[in-house]
């Protein structure tokens, strides 16, 4: 077992939540699209749309913070 506080995954949780609608209210401003994820065949099946430069941009950013703060 681990030793030290519980509540600090969920603390990185409640900031990846927030983070995440920030980046989605952002994609909606500059694109008038929802946020999708980005993935190598540059289409997303789901909304039947190609992925932007954008979701590329917000994704990285996501994926910055979530190994930032698993390393802390």
Do not use: C, W
Request: glycine fraction near 6%.
């Amino acid at each position: 077992m681990l030793n030290g506080n519980a509540s600090q995954g969920l603390r990185n949780t409640v900031v990846m939540l927030v983070l995440f609608q920030v980046l989605r209210f952002v994609s909606l401003k500059i694109q008038n699209l929802e946020l999708v994820p980005a993935d190598r065949s540059g289409f997303n099946d789901l909304d039947e749309r190609i992925i932007s430069m954008a979701d590329y941009i917000l994704f990285f950013i996501y994926f910055g913070m979530t190994a930032f703060l698993a390393m802390h």
